[in-house]
């Protein structure tokens, strides 16, 4: 990663703000390929919604909105969705608030989450099909498991 986009985005963006970006798109129904907050998003949607929300860069200091694609199925070349993520994202360890968890859901890494704390539990907020919208959720066990990497915008 560059020097000069690492520190812009930790100059500019703290985990809270990122939070408190993807709370705001809590209730937006699912829409595969969607990016409108409100309107409709899917898993990738939302984490791009909120990179071009917070203005933040990837790790060559372009907009992630640059690198989009609704070309995508729902179960796609595993490997591309990851390979993506490592070429824009920072990779960690860590299952901390803002960072993004990568999903192994029906054997293809194919789903997306901003992490986060409430009620004193580690939460998930993500497009959830089978609920219809964006919602935040207890990290429960199925969920932890199913968490192949975790990347990091800051």
């Not at 790790?59 to 690198?67: D, L, R």
């Not at 490592?86 to 990568?102: D, P």
């Not at 989450?113 to 099909?129: D, L, Q, R, Y």
Request: hydrophobic residues 40%; charged residues 20%.
């Amino acid at each position: 990663m560059s020097n000069n986009s690492t520190q812009s985005n930790i100059k500019t963006v703290t985990r809270p703000a990122i939070i408190n970006a993807a709370r705001r798109w809590i209730s937006t129904p699912f829409h595969h390929q969607g990016r409108m907050c409100g309107v409709g998003c899917d898993c990738l949607g939302l984490i791009i919604g909120i990179a071009n929300e917070l203005k933040l860069l990837n790790k060559t200091g372009n907009p992630f909105s640059k690198y989009d694609r609704c070309d995508y199925h729902f179960q796609h070349d595993s490997h591309l969705l990851e390979k993506n993520l490592k070429l824009h994202l920072n990779t960690s360890q860590e299952l901390i608030e803002g960072n993004i968890a990568l999903f192994t859901l029906a054997k293809y890494n194919q789903h997306l989450g901003i992490i986060g704390f409430k009620n004193n539990e580690i939460t998930v907020i993500h497009a959830c099909m089978i609920a219809k919208k964006v919602i935040e959720q207890p990290l429960r066990q199925k969920l932890l498991l199913a968490i192949s990497e975790i990347f990091s915008f800051i």
